[in-house]
């Protein structure tokens, strides 16, 4: 037998060295080739995943699922090797029949294939999908951004929502609560521009990078961390980051019994203070969610409630009050807590309940918020919360507006504060002097979309509709799944006299929330302005079945029926409005229509007596179906005087005074107010001097 012939095939070929034979065996080929593969599949997985609802995970496991695979697939390089007779161990093959030298060539073929394919997902990645869909980059690159931040001030910061690491989606309130309650803490350091909730929250589980965040904000640091409830124990991780470069001022991590989050928000609050160089306003940050005996049970049941108003539903707003009542039965001495569970009650009786219902919610309503007043006589929050009470259920504007005043003397950089005392101006009459407050808030917030809408009512009272057009619609960019806008869009354009646009964007509101019985009313109100009586019916009787108790649904039956001259079913229909001073207002114009004229007048001159100061425009719509024209353009200069936004905004279609369109008092009217004129006549001409002096 000649030498080497009883020996594996592989021995006589092992010679030049381990390195040399990995070479031979295409060994570092093969690597080379799974390195560059795994990288353009995960990179393909990374890009194409969130379309198919890939979890971010994904890409992670398969690139520690390819580290797993790479010692195998070595081995597999090492001891297999491709033969036109297939796959064979290496050890079987003769030196002969070896063919790695051209196994070798297809392989750098495919690894430059790979490869390629890697670098185009690569720069696709980068230059193409990287940015999301709510970054600012989409619109700018990296230089401006920059030039962005360059504009903003440096004591300015915004609080992004805490991350939720419970494990437990239910708890993201507690997490939201303290990012929340940072914010309202932050306000009271001086010279501090802060951004409110609404804003910073809608960077939640953003992909932007911090300077993108900065830029958008309007922003120079921003405060990150997290929140981890467990028991009765708490991890709260903080850290102030420059958005220039996303580098720390400043981090912070609170291991803590639970009893201490008030003192970890307080901690916070001082840290970024020290980090920024700002002197607080007073001797220390005050705590207005906290229980005066600390009792954190308390403080989750308020957070709680407070979440689930903001989804604002009856029931949603029934469960919350329920879970206030439960906080001040834990702590009798809440202030805060009496003062939420007071709002809350508010906005139930004025917005879903009638009759003796709506008595009873807002008669507890009033109560809890003295209260609260009681307990905290100089809090911010009870002085606008009474401005409220002032304004929507005592018809008192003067007094809302002091108290408004009161409370942004003790909030001045509170964003809300100032949209109360804007909105306090607005109702009495001044919007002029509510617009500056409006922007100084929004500058504060501005992705909070409300705001603008309540701006927008303020531009319309000056006769400026293309800038409460441009707002409103800002309103709607911002916040497009909440029909309330779309609704409130279609009341503006009717005023603007976009009678087309306002029925699309009403019938649009009332279709992205069939069940909601106001949505249908307000969709009659347009449709009624708009000459579309017999749909404008049968969309009042469909919010009356949801909701028999609905109010203004029998005012705005009453109307219609004076619209077509029926005396007796106005009556009827006005007797039946459930809330007080509507039912006075349809009642004074149904008795118009009789033929008992001592009836009318004194209607009339008792509806003067109670409301004439407050409602001028209500007394014009009387002197108008008592066909009195002299008297009614007399009321109509009156409420253009107390800037009255019912009348802006419904005096370019309502139906009573449409027998007035020809008269060339109510075309001089129109002009002096800024309104568009009927039948497309040339607005431009009209010079408004409401609209010059602002």
């Not at 705590?287 to 108003?309: F, H, I, M």
């Not at 409220?388 to 809300?416: C, I, Q, T, V």
């Not at 075309?667 to 497309?680: D, I, Q, T």
């Amino acid at each position: 037998m000649e030498a080497g012939q009883g020996e594996p095939a592989a021995a006589s070929r092992a010679s030049g060295g381990f390195f040399a034979e990995l070479k031979r065996r295409n060994v570092l080929r093969a690597g080379v080739l799974y390195i560059g593969a795994a990288w353009a599949l995960a990179q393909g997985i990374a890009q194409l995943g969130p379309a198919f609802g890939m979890p971010d995970w994904g890409t992670r496991w398969f690139v520690i699922a390819c580290c797993i695979g790479f010692p195998f697939w070595i081995a597999f390089a090492w001891f297999y090797e491709f033969t036109p007779q297939g796959l064979k161990r290496e050890s079987e093959v003769a030196p002969g029949d070896s063919i790695t030298h051209s196994t070798g060539r297809k392989l750098d073929f495919w690894i430059i294939g790979v490869l390629a394919v890697a670098v185009v997902l690569l720069v696709t990645n980068t230059f193409v999908l990287r940015r999301d869909a709510t970054s600012v980059a989409d619109r700018s690159d990296a230089k401006a951004v920059a030039a962005e931040l360059a504009k903003v001030p440096a004591k300015s910061v915004a609080v992004l929502p805490f991350t939720n690491e419970s494990g437990d989606p239910e708890q993201a309130y507690f997490s939201d609560g303290l990012s929340e309650e940072l914010i309202t803490a932050l306000t009271q350091l001086a010279d501090l521009k802060v951004i409110g909730k609404y804003s910073s929250f809608k960077f939640r589980d953003s992909k932007d990078s911090p300077a993108q965040i900065g830029a958008a904000l309007g922003v120079a640091n921003l405060v990150t961390g997290s929140v981890r409830q467990q028991g009765d124990t708490l991890r709260v991780t903080a850290s102030l980051i420059r958005a220039s470069d996303g580098s720390a001022l400043w981090s912070q991590a609170y291991d803590r019994p639970l009893q201490d989050v008030f003192a970890i928000q307080s901690e916070i609050g001082r840290a970024v203070a020290d980090a920024l160089k700002i002197k607080l306003l007073g001797t220390s940050l005050i705590d207005r969610q906290k229980p005066p005996s600390g009792n954190v049970d308390a403080y989750q049941l308020l957070l709680q409630g407070r979440e689930q108003s903001r989804r604002q539903t009856r029931t949603d707003f029934e469960q919350a009050i329920a879970l206030m009542e439960r906080a001040v039965e834990l702590d009798p001495e809440y202030a805060y807590a009496w003062g939420a569970m007071a709002q809350v009650k508010l906005v139930l009786g004025t917005s879903f309940l009638g009759g003796a219902e709506r008595q009873r919610i807002l008669a507890e309503a009033r109560a809890a918020l003295e209260r609260a007043a009681t307990l905290a006589p100089e809090s911010a929050f009870v002085h606008g919360l009474r401005s409220s009470f002032l304004d929507y259920l005592d018809h008192d504007p003067a007094g809302a507006l002091a108290e408004a005043r009161k409370a942004l003397a003790m909030a001045p950089n509170d964003g809300m504060t100032m949209v109360i005392l804007a909105d306090k101006l607005k109702n009495a009459g001044q919007p002029q002097a509510a617009l500056p407050l409006f922007r100084k808030a929004i500058a504060s917030d501005p992705l909070r979309g409300d705001w603008y809408g309540l701006m927008g009512n303020a531009l319309q009272q000056l006769g400026q509709f293309d800038a409460a057009d441009a707002a409103l619609r800002k309103q709607l960019d911002l916040e497009p799944d909440n029909p309330r806008n779309h609704m409130q869009l279609a009341t503006a354009l009717v005023a603007h006299g976009d009678i087309t646009g306002a029925g699309q964007a009403a019938r649009k509101a009332v279709a992205m929330a069939p069940d909601d019985p106001s949505n249908h009313l307000q969709a009659a109100l347009v449709l009624d302005y708009s000459g579309q009586l017999a749909e404008a019916e049968q969309a009042v009787h469909q919010a009356l079945a949801l909701d028999p108790e609905l109010p203004y649904a029998h005012a705005a039956l009453s109307a219609f029926a004076i619209e077509r001259g029926d005396a007796a079913t106005a009556l009827r229909e006005a007797g039946q409005e459930i809330d007080p001073d509507l039912k006075a207002a349809a009642l004074a114009l149904a008795q118009q229509l009789g033929n008992d004229r001592a009836v009318a007048d004194a209607a009339l001159q008792a509806y003067i007596d109670q409301y004439g100061k407050a409602a001028p425009y209500t007394v014009a719509q009387l002197y108008a179906v008592r066909r009195q024209p002299d008297e009614m353009f007399q009321w109509l200069e009156r409420g253009a005087a107390q800037y009255d936004l019912t009348m802006m905004l419904t005096l370019f279609g309502d139906p009573l005074l449409r027998p007035y369109h020809d008269d060339p008092r109510f075309m001089a009217f129109r002009r002096k107010v800024g309104l568009p004129l009927p039948g497309g006549a040339d607005a431009a001409t009209a010079a408004p001097a409401v609209q010059q002096s602002s």
